[in-house]
């Protein structure tokens, strides 16, 4: 055990305790001497190494105390160490009255070991981060029977420390054995959502003064797909048999009666941080002693860890004109005797042929729960108002807290302040999604027809920003002895109110205002593409470009001023389009679709040119664009 003191500039060599040293209910006491140039104390780290397989030592508190003027500096560990998937490393700031104070934060750290032959190691690695308040210590990245940093593979660890500020640099340091070849590491403060820190390496660390490399930050990239786990140590286990108690009503005409044998199953998802459940269909079993409840078992092979948010929908109705009422949700672990009930109070469907599923979070002591979003769902379409007796379209959104489950667009809303022909808005619940990223349609027709879509808006109803768009531009040709047709469509940009008003291009603008010159700016982008092997791509290349002003439609990179195939290893590939004036750009996306394809992209930098000011834009990327999800879309945001 060491015990390691920080200071405003410097830290102390670690005053090392024995091994036995430490020994139940007794205190250690010793001396140290600390240089005065290193100012005023600001935390404490204890650290735990090479300890056995379980072997466990808790450590009740930390005492420093002056030996002349006898101040004293307590810090309440209260914290129990040990190699089984605990902690080995604490740190705790110090704490003065009324004085401000640092806090523990939790860093997500995510090391992705390179693809080529022998990447893999089954060495230590070590990670120091380095911040504008301090570091975090040298930190040993270990997880209990995974095997780490294998090829191709991305490993994610969590680190406690005293809050380091801005995040500059890290330390990586691999143990001695086999080479390992470090593709990128990146950092993001668990509690915060939308940014991490990027550094790229794409470097071997070998035996010797190469075992050994300092990074320095290369971007900072917003994160499309989040999740806000709590620490491992305090996800709740959710495999196993749950009991789940459903207080029921069956609604026929305007009168209630007691559920009977023809109750209308109930299809539940559970949602957790480890994923989400397969459907599970609620067989009715009606209690004896309770006429309206229905009861079942259900078995979760799997653990979800710790579950924030469940969806029932009906599986079928007895009736066109039955409705279900659920009055109260009740579900208990039967081996951990985890209780989660809640009143609902609803009906199902939610209108005569509205929405046939509620959700709703799940609220466990001393964590903090979701809430239940209303959400608008905006039609772009010249005929979609005068095929919604025949044309079915089902949405499914996607956020980094999960998704709205397949859902019918079914209950219209009335918008004062939308008064246009070609827009279509529609109403759904669900608890708070947080980012959007995506949405799935599904669209069937009674008869032949063709459905004319620009595109969707997505937002809060009780918000006027953010709005995620999502460009559609497309004709749905559907025959009804066809399936129905399923398309996935990624958010192409998100925008407040006013720029959405101002900027959308919808065919009935252009029809309109033909006297005034639209204010168009024409843009050239230059594409560079590393000179490394296996750079280039075959893959469609699709870039928005954001600007103070506008942000313009997502184009598609094929037509190279150059270069017959674009993206070639080593070439510099010119593009140029017309769109609405952007102002000063300050970011671009670019999506890289590489489904299907054995190549990645590695992408140097993007030069953008405004042609009517001349002025250039510079975005580099110095990296490589891989899928991460198996459809093959890469999404990287860079800044200038």
Known sequence: MSLTICCERGTCAPVIFPKGSLRRAQTYITMMEMDRDYGAIKKVRLQVEDAEDGEVWHCHEVILQH??????????????????????????????????????KEYVISITTGKTSKSSTNMDVYVTLWGSLGDTGKRKLTRKGVKLFTEGKVDVFRVEAVDIGLLQMLDVEKGKGSDWHLEKITVREASMQGKEIVFLAHKWLKNGINSKITLNVTEIEEIRHVNALPPESQQMKSEGTWKIYLKLQEKSGQEYEYVGP???????ILYGTYGKSRPVTLNTRLEQHTEDTMTTEVFMPSDLGTLYKVRLSLESLSSSTSQLSVHHFKMQNKATLDTFSCSINKTLPLSFNGDRCIEFPVEWPLKEALSVVRYQVMVFSSNFSHLKSLVKVNICIFGNHGDTGDRALLLPVEDSHQQREDIESFALEAVDLGELQYANLSISSLTGCELDMKALHVMETLKTEPIYVFEVNKKFIMDADKPKIQRKISVSSIMNKRKIESTSEMPRNSHEGKGSKPDLSIYQIKVYTGNVKGSGTNGKVHMTLFGNKNTSE?????????????????????????????????????????????????LEKVEVIDMSTKEMYCFRCNRWLTEDEHDGLAVIKLYS
């Open 67 to 104: 030996k002349k003027n006898k101040e004293r500096i307590e810090f309440p560990f209260l914290q129990l160490f040990t190699n089984v998937e605990g902690c080995t490393v604490s740190e705790l700031p110090v704490l003065i009255a009324n004085c401000g104070f640092s806090t523990v």
């Open 262 to 268: 023809n109750i209308p199953n109930l299809v539940m």
């Open 554 to 602: 997502s184009f598609l990179l094929t037509e190279s001023l150059e270069h017959t195939n674009p993206f070639e290893m080593g070439k510099v590939n010119t593009f140029q389009f017309k769109t609405k004036n952007l102002g000063c750009l300050d970011r671009i996306e670019i999506v890289h679709d590489g489904k299907e394809l054995i190549n990645r992209w590695f």
